[in-house]
C-alpha cells in the first residue's frame, strides 16, 4: 500500500476538467432554453400574422342587401361578435355618429370619441 497523493498540479488539472465539463453543461442548458424561447417567440409572431388584428371600430347594419347603418360599436364589443358588422375607421365612426347612427348602450362608442349628436 504504496500509494501516492496527488500532487497539488494533478489536483489543480482535475479540478479545471470538472470546471470545464460542469461549464460546457451550463452552456448547453442556456444553449436550449434559448432555442426554446426562439422558438416560441417565432409560433408568437407566426401566430399574430395569422390572426387579423381586432379593429377598433365597427358599424352594424340592419337586415336585408343596402340596408342602413343600425349601430356604431367599439371593435371589442361583446354585442357586435356575431353581427352583422364591418370594420371602420375611427374618422367613419365619428361621421356616423355624428350622421345620427345609434351608438351601442354597452360600448359606448360615442363617449371613447368625445362625439355628442346634434
Known amino acids: 500500500m504504496n500509494e501516492r497523493s496527488p ?13 470545464a465539463q460542469q ?4 452552456l448547453t442548458q442556456l444553449d436550449r432554453w434559448i432555442a426554446d ?20 371600430w365597427l ?6 342587401t343596402g340596408s ?10 361583446h ?3 356575431g353581427v352583422r358588422v364591418k ?4 374618422e367613419q365612426a365619428r361621421r356616423a355618429l355624428y350622421a345620427c347612427v345609434a351608438a351601442c348602450p354597452h360600448c359606448n ?6 362625439v355628442v349628436p346634434e
Open 7 to 19: 500532487s497539488r498540479l494533478e489536483l489543480l488539472r482535475f479540478a479545471r476538467r470538472v470546471v
Open 23 to 26: 461549464a460546457t453543461t451550463a
Open 37 to 56: 424561447e426562439e422558438r416560441r417567440e417565432t409560433e408568437r409572431r407566426t401566430g399574430d400574422a395569422r390572426h387579423p388584428r381586432t379593429p377598433e
Open 59 to 64: 358599424m352594424e347594419r340592419g337586415i336585408g
Open 68 to 77: 342602413p347603418p343600425a349601430r356604431i360599436h367599439r371593435g371589442d364589443c
Open 79 to 81: 354585442m357586435a361578435k
Open 87 to 90: 370594420a371602420i375607421t375611427e
Open 109 to 114: 362608442p360615442d363617449t371613447a370619441l368625445q
